[in-house]
């Protein structure tokens, strides 16, 4: 750009003349985008971790179907058990509203059970950074008047 030309907007990576919804809507994209990868890691685990694949026939309380993890992990971990009298919580239910505590000894089931959870807490988290990215990189280019004040809490 020459010295003598005047743009009413910001200019970010080829893009000229933004307004600042503009703008932060750039710089979200370019962010999501970077993080993708990693994302990727947080919604396999939450999708492989649904009980989808039809089971046999199972007792009342019990969850219908299983999931691609817990089938895995039962074939790397076969009759791999805690020892006798420990069991460990896990969060068994298809919709929030089902949730409830069981316990297992089975260290497959367990892991295949804790993996959408840890899936969940990673995708909050990447969403978490994105919007905390995107927010720092728009107050770096921004006027004052137009920065987003952000709470920490």
Same mark, same amino acid.
């Given at each position: 750009? $020459?010295?003598? @030309?005047?743009?009413?907007?910001?200019?970010?990576?080829?893009?000229?003349?933004?307004?600042?919804?503009?703008?932060?809507?750039?710089?979200? *994209? $370019?962010?999501? !985008? /970077?993080?993708?990868?990693?994302?990727?890691?947080?919604?396999?685990? *939450?999708?492989?971790? /649904?009980?989808?694949?039809? #089971?046999?026939?199972?007792?009342?309380?019990?969850?219908?179907?299983? !999931?691609?993890?817990? *089938?895995? %992990?039962?074939?790397? &971990?076969? %009759?791999?058990?805690?020892?006798?009298?420990? #069991?460990?919580?896990?969060?068994?239910?298809?919709?929030?509203? @089902?949730?409830?505590?069981?316990? !297992? %000894? /089975?260290?497959?089931?367990?892991?295949?059970?804790?993996?959408?959870?840890?899936?969940?807490?990673?995708?909050?988290?990447?969403?978490?950074?994105?919007?905390? $990215?995107?927010?720092?990189? &728009? %107050?770096?280019?921004?006027?004052?008047? $137009?920065?987003?004040? &952000?709470?920490?809490?």
């Amino acid at each position: 750009m $020459d010295t003598v @030309e005047q743009i009413d907007g910001y200019f970010y990576k080829g893009y000229w003349n933004l307004k600042p919804a503009e703008l932060y809507t750039l710089i979200f *994209i $370019d962010v999501a !985008s /970077q993080h993708l990868e990693v994302e990727a890691g947080a919604i396999s685990a *939450i999708l492989l971790g /649904q009980p989808w694949i039809p #089971t046999r026939v199972k007792p009342g309380g019990t969850v219908k179907g299983t !999931s691609v993890v817990s *089938i895995l %992990n039962r074939k790397i &971990f076969p %009759n791999v058990r805690l020892p006798r009298g420990i #069991t460990l919580p896990v969060l068994v239910g298809k919709k929030i509203s @089902e949730l409830r505590w069981a316990k !297992s %000894n /089975q260290v497959g089931a367990i892991i295949g059970r804790w993996i959408p959870w840890i899936g969940w807490g990673l995708a909050f988290w990447y969403a978490r950074k994105i919007l905390m $990215d995107t927010v720092e990189i &728009f %107050n770096t280019i921004i006027d004052p008047k $137009d920065r987003i004040q &952000f709470g920490y809490f």
